[in-house]
């Protein structure tokens, strides 16, 4: 069973445009929504991340948005730059448990095209 | 800065054998993690570890075992290697709530059974 479903699976975008990732989630219980970026060769690194008290985060280009009742969550890049080429991943969690862990979507590859 | 690392970064190994897949941290963080990356499956949780000497099983744990002697170190052992365990392995470690919950990811070894 899928928890986090992410979209699109990949993604070209040319220079300066808004690229935009879209994860939905099931799990009412999940309370800390993480965005990782990796680029080849490299481990995952966060990005930005949200709790669903809020409905946006914004750090930089980057913007997390938030519908808690759609139980969705995307990732806008502002002003995409050929070095935001990567893979993407939204995640999700139920921090509030000892043993909590996180649930990977299965990540976007985007390309930005100079 | 947080530093994982992985034993090896390409590893071919034959069906039948026993393999053993070494991470190391250097942050003191209590939490650790095994995951395998596949093209289209994104990241899916083998393994973790909130402690020396505790482990649970994640979402895939059939095959493998794992071991955490020491708390800055976590290893992933395939048993009886099969040609279906042919992926990306990313250890991970992080400092749970102390550390907002971000996990540090290694370079990830890319293993191949034969």
């Known amino acids: 069973q899928q928890q986090v479903k992410q979209s699109p699976q990949s993604l070209i975008v040319q220079k300066g445009g808004i690229s935009i990732i879209n994860c939905a989630y099931e799990n009412t219980a999940f309370d800390y929504f993480p965005w990782y970026q990796q680029f080849p060769g490299k481990g995952p690194a966060l990005l930005i991340a949200?709790?669903?008290?809020?409905s946006e985060k914004k750090e930089g280009r980057f913007t997390i948005s938030f519908n808690k009742s759609a139980k969705q969550f995307s990732l806008h890049i502002m002003d995409s730059q050929p070095g935001d080429s990567a893979t993407y991943f939204c995640?999700?969690?139920?921090?509030?448990?000892?043993?909590?862990?996180?649930?990977f979507g299965k990540g976007t590859l985007l390309t930005v095209n100079p | 800065d947080v530093k994982v690392t992985q034993s090896s970064r390409y590893l071919v190994k034959r069906t039948g054998e026993k393999v053993f897949l070494e991470c190391v941290q250097d942050m003191d963080h209590e939490n650790m993690f095994w995951y395998r990356q596949d093209p289209g499956l994104g990241l899916r949780l083998i393994y973790f570890?909130?402690?020396?000497?505790?482990?649970e099983k994640g979402d895939i744990p059939e095959g493998y075992s794992v071991s955490r002697e020491k708390k800055e170190r976590f290893s992933l052992i395939l048993e009886s290697a099969s040609t279906n365990q042919t992926s990306m392995y990313l250890c991970?470690?992080?400092?749970?709530?102390?550390?907002?919950?971000?996990?540090?990811f290694g370079p990830g070894t890319r293993l191949t059974v034969t």
């Open positions: 991970a470690s992080d400092r749970g709530l102390a550390g907002g919950y971000e996990q540090y």
């Open positions: 570890s909130y402690d020396v000497k505790m482990k």
């Open positions: 995640a999700a969690s139920n921090s509030g448990g000892s043993n909590y862990k996180l649930t």
């Open positions: 949200i709790r669903p008290d809020v």
